[in-house]
């Protein structure tokens, strides 16, 4: 499902996964990479039972902020999102928890 409104997510970014639901700015298409970077989250979230995919998610965050670089991209989520966005048949063979390989 794909919500479009002017307030999620921030200016600057495509989509943003809110428990397996996406928000997409107004007037954004959403194309078959985005979903699938999304659908990636969505597989890390259902491993983590959501709940410890938000906790874990912020964490990683708070840790990497004062290293050098952005925060956002180093996080072990976003880095296997972003490595496997354009395989667009990748979660069929994806093993489990495979963000682990990101940290």
Same mark, same amino acid.
């Given at each position: 499902?794909?919500?479009?409104? $002017?307030?999620?997510?921030?200016?600057?970014?495509?989509?943003?996964?809110?428990?397996?639901?996406?928000?997409?700015? $107004?007037?954004?298409?959403?194309?078959?990479?985005?979903?699938?970077?999304?659908?990636?989250?969505? $597989?890390?979230?259902?491993?983590?039972?959501?709940?410890?995919?938000?906790?874990?998610?912020?964490?990683?965050?708070?840790?990497?902020?004062?290293?050098?670089?952005?925060? =956002?991209?180093?996080?072990?989520?976003?880095?296997?999102? =972003?490595?496997?966005?354009?395989?667009?048949? =990748?979660?069929?063979?994806?093993?489990?928890?495979?963000?682990?390989? =990101?940290?």
């Amino acid at each position: 499902m794909i919500i479009h409104n $002017r307030f999620l997510p921030f200016k600057g970014f495509t989509a943003i996964n809110l428990c397996g639901i996406i928000f997409a700015r $107004r007037g954004v298409k959403v194309n078959a990479v985005t979903m699938n970077h999304e659908h990636i989250h969505t $597989r890390q979230m259902l491993e983590l039972l959501v709940v410890g995919f938000y906790l874990w998610y912020v964490l990683e965050w708070l840790i990497r902020l004062p290293r050098k670089g952005n925060a =956002y991209r180093h996080i072990s989520f976003e880095r296997e999102a =972003y490595a496997h966005e354009h395989d667009l048949g =990748y979660l069929a063979h994806r093993k489990p928890f495979a963000w682990w390989h =990101y940290l």
